[in-house]
């Protein structure tokens, strides 16, 4: 066994470099990336005074427009879906419904979950005592054979429209899930009646499907049921940890209305909360112009388009899905989001699922939907009280999975336990701060949190008598073998955490008195093991098994720490990667997601492409979904999230404090328009790019940090600020131009003379059909 040096970039010192770049802006030579040019005959910028300002002509700022453009990226059914992952699904974050069959029967379900229903009784773990409950659902009853259905699912309005046709007639229905309340309009034409039912569903654990309950486990109390003076119907479940769930129901002519409360401690709580909702909804219609208003204003916050129309689709749909499933004042995502079904993972997974879940919202500009940020933020207590007794005074961990409030205990290094998850959990805050440059996020939620996430590895870390610092054995998430010492994925979060709390300390003024240490663990650690193959799961542990997860190259993907700007790693970046994919058995999903992302980093945009595409091919064991959904041993929402930050990679890279600008586009993909993608830096990037060349760049500071790009323009490059002043620049190497941009201000990059600065949707070249069942 060799070893690699565990030689990393280090993370630009905020600090430091966060004074003005210097230089004045000179014309740029032909085929470099040097300053701008203000000539006028040359760029076509100049005026009278040598300026003249510039704006995007933005086609996408209407409705209509926007309704055009997602209108062509909707779900579609012709007929009946048969399974949760085939059948349309409403959401709002809390609220949650998927339509399709009622299983052997004539009648159409409507599940209804929620992400805060749970059980309360920690000491029987999160599969079974603090896991997700079932509500129940709604039946919609035909009197004929139903033998077509025409559904829409609309992005645009988050609604679900549409016909079933019968033997008897034909039911129009309208659905949509706003502010806890699930509305449903039916209308019967023919000798069609609407007839609904509620099915209320026992509360236990959807983890039944795969084990029998722990020992000492005692039932919860079945449900009653009532009806209130007014003629809501209310089903009410106590548990028997404390608390309660209701749902509240009622129609109303064509209308049907749902709310579901849940309350804990208190046992009666849920009851008002659930007639509250229905109070506040109305009727269908106020309730849709509500929900409509939050969604038009949700989606323009972003925008691209690409030429595959079925992958263009796939990646709106993941928008429409994550904002369906989160909200930042919400509960962070479990393994299912809201649509809980049978599946043996009914709770939060911390070593890879919730990381997964949210990586897209950065680049879609999103942070309104970062639930994890603030679960981590609300539930400090929690993560302190997850560590054994001798370490709570300085230390804070989460275990494998855990409830919406992280309760769950974390095991110790030296018994072969998984320790790390916490640390990566935080590096996606870390990613929610560098996207905002929001100081309060970083001050009160990562710094003393990754503080205590690191101490706790900080007890176990031991020298060897190669004068390295060893960490006793860890688990590898998801591998079967574990290392006797120095398991990778912890040895990069550890270079990380204390990379990173060097840089916080620096960033918010902070003496601390654990910078020596911190420093000092930088220095000393035992570099990465590594073989032949590349990085091994640990020391004296190859990678010898097929294994779906890639958390033995984390340093790699997300982390960065070894990356493809470090020439002397290209190589072991390589064979790790082509290994790891060489065994085959165990991949998922996600190993393809992650292999495209990793492909990203190089450039390689061909081979991301063909990585990803693996996801969507239905001949492998674990394919996209007919709605986009995915599912294992149960549902699984990460992976198709994790495929579209894949997309993200390929279209825009901000790791390591460079904003690269279409870094590894698919070639068959000559045209791309991006449009306000936020980057780490606190950066809104919009860009075009034509006939496989970048026509432009434009980008705004919201934070003004110091700007390095790496444009890929050829040619005579311009920079110019938004009042057609010429920018100051600084050629600062290997393709990278550094831009004074100063906090509100845009700059305007291109090669040649000034090109058409539209913004709009691309024409499709590679058709294909619809999602859903169309």
């Known amino acids: 066994m060799t070893s690699q040096s565990g030689n990393v970039s280090r993370m630009p010192r905020r600090a430091v470099i966060g004074t003005a770049l210097g230089g004045a802006a000179v014309a740029a030579l032909p085929g470099t990336a040097q300053a701008a040019s203000a000539s006028a005959s040359d760029s076509g910028t100049g005026t009278a005074h040598g300026r003249r300002p510039w704006k995007l002509r933005d086609n996408m700022t209407s409705d209509q427009s926007w309704s055009r453009f997602l209108r062509g990226q909707d779900l579609l059914w012709s007929t009946l879906p048969t399974r949760w992952y085939e059948g349309p699904f409403l959401g709002d974050g809390l609220l949650g419904s998927m339509i399709y069959q009622e299983p ?58 549409g016909t079933v046709t019968t033997s008897a007639g034909t039911l129009t229905l309208a659905a949509l899930i706003h502010d806890e309340v699930l509305a449903v309009r039916v209308t019967a034409e023919g000798d069609e009646r609407v007839v609904w039912t509620f099915h209320p569903e026992d509360a236990v654990s959807p983890r039944q499907i795969s084990e029998a309950p722990p020992a000492g486990y005692t039932a919860n109390p079945p449900w009653t049921t009532r009806t209130t003076a007014d003629g809501t119907e209310q089903v009410l479940q106590p548990l028997v940890g404390g608390g309660q769930t209701a749902t509240s129901y009622r129609r109303t002519g064509d209308e049907l209305l749902l709310s579901v409360g849940h309350s804990s401690p208190s046992g009666t709580a849920a009851e008002a909360d659930s007639l509250r909702g229905l109070r506040r909804a109305g ?63 009914p709770a939060v997974w911390w070593n890879l699922n919730i990381q997964l879940e949210y990586w897209l919202i950065h680049g879609s500009n999103h942070p309104e939907l970062d639930a994890l940020a603030t679960t981590l933020r609300q539930n400090q207590e929690q993560l302190i009280a997850n560590v054994p007794a001798a370490y709570r005074s300085d230390s804070s961990g989460v275990g494998r999975s855990s409830d919406m409030f992280a309760n769950r205990g974390v095991g110790r290094p030296g018994t072969g336990a998984e320790t790390g998850d916490l640390a990566w959990a935080l590096h996606n805050v870390w990613l929610s701060y560098r996207h905002s440059m929001d100081r309060a996020l970083l001050r009160d939620t990562i710094y003393p949190v990754l503080r205590r ?14 004068g390295r610092l060893h960490l006793p054995s860890t688990l590898s998430p998801e591998y079967p073998v574990v290392p006797p010492q120095d398991t990778n994925y912890d040895l990069a979060l550890i270079r990380w955490g204390c990379q990173t709390l060097l840089e916080s300390a620096e960033l918010l003024g902070v003496d601390d008195e654990l910078t020596p240490r911190w420093q000092e663990v930088l220095a000393k650690l035992t570099p990465y093991p ?9 020391a004296d542990t190859p990678y010898a098994q097929s294994h779906r997860h890639y958390s033995h190259l984390l340093m790699v993907y ?27 058995g165990a991949h998922r999903g996600y190993s393809y997601t992650g292999a495209a992302s990793l492909y990203a980093m190089t450039g390689d945009g061909d081979t991301a ?13 674990y394919p996209c979904r007919p709605n986009t959904h995915y599912t294992e041993a149960g549902p699984v929402i990460e992976t198709p999230l994790s495929a579209s930050q894949s997309l993200h990679d390929m279209f825009c890279q901000s790791w390591g404090g460079v904003l690269r600008v279409f870094p590894a586009v698919p070639a068959a993909w000559a045209d791309v328009t991006l449009h306000d993608f936020r980057t780490q830096g606190a950066f809104l ?30 040619g005579r490059v311009t920079a110019v600020l938004d009042d057609g002043a010429p920018a100051r620049t600084h050629d600062l190497g290997d393709g990278v131009l550094g831009i004074d941009l100063p906090r509100g201000r845009e700059v305007l990059v291109h090669a040649g003379s000034r090109p058409d600065l539209v913004i709009a949707p691309v024409a499709v070249s590679e058709p294909g059909p619809a999602w859903g069942l169309p």
């Open 104 to 161: 052997g029967v004539n009648q159409i379900r409507f599940t209804v979950q929620h992400g805060r229903v749970q059980d309360h009784r920690p000491e029987f773990g999160s599969g079974w005592g603090t896991c997700r409950l079932p509500v129940g659902h709604l039946t919609l009853e035909p009197v004929g054979a139903v033998t077509a259905v025409d559904w829409r699912l609309s992005l645009w309005n988050a609604e679900l429209t």
């Open 283 to 345: 009727s269908y219609g106020a309730l849709r112009r509500r929900h409509t208003r939050w969604w038009h204003a949700f989606y323009p916050k972003s925008f691209v388009s690409f030429p595959d129309q079925r992958l263009q689709s796939f990646h709106w749909i993941q928008l429409y899905k994550v904002a369906s499933a989160s909200r930042a004042d919400g509960p962070v995502m479990a393994t299912c989001g809201p649509w809980l079904e049978p599946t043996p993972w």
């Open 453 to 466: 996430t690191i101490n706790y590895y900080l007890h176990f870390l031991t020298p060897g008598s190669d």
């Open 530 to 538: 590594v073989d032949d193959n590349g990085f091994m799961i640990g």
């Open 558 to 584: 997300p982390l960065y720490l070894v990356n493809w700007d470090q020439p002397e790693n290209r190589e072991l970046i390589t064979k790790s990667v082509e290994h790891w994919h060489s065994l085959t």
């Open 609 to 621: 492409i063909a990585y990803l595409r693996k996801f969507f091919d239905t001949t492998t064991r």
């Open 685 to 714: 990037v919009s860009a075009v790019r034509k006939a496989g060349a970048t026509r432009f760049i434009r980008i705004r500071s919201l934070a003004g940090e110091p700007l390095k790009l790496r444009h890929g323009l050829t």
